[in-house]
């Protein structure tokens, strides 16, 4: 009994990375301080560097600090882009995961980045790393808090998804784009229907972006639901060797105090505990470049249901 409790931590242990991630987990503890041993080996550590966005007469600010509440960036990085951008919002004490998608073509500029393609967040990452990229998603959902960070490449998703036996995905069209001159070359080719994806399909699935009727924002969406495979997927799985997988292939922050603490705690989780959003927003072109544009009333709306709070009564401003 005592090897079967351990197995099934152990199995938690792992859906909480792989729930926390996209394909893989976690950014920074804003308000309180756990063990700094670290299960990862991050470039930085978020905990220490990421500054205090909150203003204390947000409507949020109680919510943000809430203990029982831990937020993870989850970073798909591409050739020193980050082509992939997740915030992962878990709820302990109600047991439910929170997943909101940043557009890589959201219009973020910045002082001495003045060309059109530095303009878009994706483009952070090369310049200012891990903490410029986490900052600016926290300025974005108005100072949301981001405790620890994941980032993962492709062939890392890839290598993963076979390890994990598979996602399972039903595939909406037929899948079909070459790039010759992508580096390495990008070639996908995916029938539609059910299938389970394997590691270098699921790379194909994940950076298809030419087909779909909304372009960026229905690849977002796509990405959502191989998450949510992902996890059911997860939920099934009692191979121990994952976890050498994942950790061989992430890049993060975690600590040890905090990856025990989430795995205890995502025991109760199921495939029905996720709900994913989109930071909101509409697309716009300037200077004739495609941007994703962000709408701060939709996001206060957005963090009001996510995060439970009573929302401004009218005339009142949460600012």
């Known amino acids: 009994m005592q090897n079967k409790n351990a197995m099934t931590f152990f199995r938690h242990f792992i859906v909480a990375f792989v729930i926390l991630t996209l ?17 990862f080996s991050g470039e930085e550590n978020l905990m220490k560097e990421m500054p205090a966005l909150v203003d204390e007469n947000s ?15 989850l970073v798909g990085a591409n050739q020193g882009m980050t082509d992939t951008l997740i915030l992962a919002s878990y709820d302990m004490k109600n047991q439910h995961v929170d997943l909101i998608s940043i557009p890589r073509d959201t219009y973020y500029p910045r002082p001495g980045h003045n060309g059109a393609a530095a303009k878009k967040i994706n483009a952070i990452y090369n310049s200012d790393k891990m903490l410029g990229t986490a900052t600016a998603v ?12 994941a980032m993962v490449d492709y062939q890392g998703v890839g290598t993963i998804v076979d390890a994990m036996g598979g996602v399972p995905m039903t595939i909406p069209f037929h899948m079909t784009y070459n790039d010759p001159y992508d580096d390495p070359p990008l070639h996908i080719d995916l029938a539609e ?7 270098k399909q699921a790379i194909q699935f994940l950076r298809y972006r030419h087909g779909y ?26 191979l121990p060797n994952i976890a050498v997988t994942i950790t061989q292939n992430v890049d993060s922050d975690i600590t040890l105090g905090m990856a025990t603490k989430l795995a205890t705690k995502a025991i109760g989780l199921t495939g029905e ?4 959003y989109m930071l909101p927003g509409v697309p716009e072109t300037i200077d004739s470049a495609s ?29």
């Not at 987990?25 to 756990?34: D, E, G, K, Q």
């Not at 229907?193 to 590691?199: F, K």
């Not at 505990?273 to 994913?276: G, L, R, V």
């Open 273 to 276: 505990n996720i709900s994913t």
């Open 59 to 73: 409507l949020f600010f109680d919510a943000f600090k809430d203990q029982q509440r831990v937020n993870m960036l």
């Open 213 to 238: 009727p909304e372009g960026d924002i229905g690849r977002v969406k796509a990405q959502q639901e191989f998450m949510k495979s992902a996890f059911k997927q997860m939920l099934s799985l009692s």
């Open 193 to 199: 229907g059910y299938q389970v994806l394997n590691g």
């Open 138 to 149: 926290s300025e974005l959902l108005m100072g949301m808090p981001i405790h620890y960070y």
């Open 23 to 39: 394909v893989l987990i976690p950014t920074r503890v804003l308000f309180a301080s756990v063990s700094q041993i670290e299960v």
């Open 291 to 319: 941007y994703w544009i962000s709408n701060q009333a939709q996001t206060e709306a957005m963090l009001t249901e996510i995060l439970s709070v009573n929302a401004p009564s009218e005339g009142s401003s949460a600012e």
